[in-house]
């Protein structure tokens, strides 16, 4: 029963991510050239929105009692930043954050009892905060050499 849960979580959300990742694909290369133009308003939330997801993600090793507050508090405001999102520029920086905010959703339903899928899992969450640190205008912490 968990591990159908698991799937269809898992499926529902890889949906998304997929799709949204096609319509933004197009646009990395671009990312480094191209200024985006948003409101002060939609900046604010999107940076408190990535901040959120942040936090959730720092806390989605520990329980579920930890875990769902910060949980809901990224839900919450990813959905103000889904419905505030106006321009083009904006909805690509909402589809960013939601798409980091499922990546690292589906990585804690996989775990890391499955080795191989969840190194996968974790490189794709990686490469979903890159994506949406780069569509603020923030700058992506290089990873450090291994020891």
């Given at each position: ?99 980091f905010f499922g990546q690292f959703q589906i990585c804690r339903v996989i775990g890391p009892a499955d080795i191989a899928p969840h190194e996968q899992c974790l490189q794709e969450e990686r490469a ?20």
């Open positions: 029963m968990t591990l159908t849960l698991a799937l269809s979580l898992w499926l529902a959300l890889a949906g998304s991510a997929f799709s949204a990742q096609s319509s933004t694909d197009a646009g990395t290369k671009s990312e480094k050239v191209a200024k985006v133009h948003l409101s002060p308003k939609f900046r604010e939330l999107a940076e408190d929105a990535l901040d959120a997801v942040d936090r959730a993600w720092g806390e989605s090793a520990k329980s579920d009692e930890i875990f769902e507050p910060a949980k809901l508090e990224a839900e919450r405001l990813m959905q103000k930043l889904r419905r505030a999102a106006a321009s083009s520029d904006e909805k690509k920086i909402s589809v960013a954050v939601g798409r979903a905060r890159g994506s949406a640190l780069r569509a603020l205008g923030r700058e992506t912490p290089q990873p450090s050499p291994a020891k």
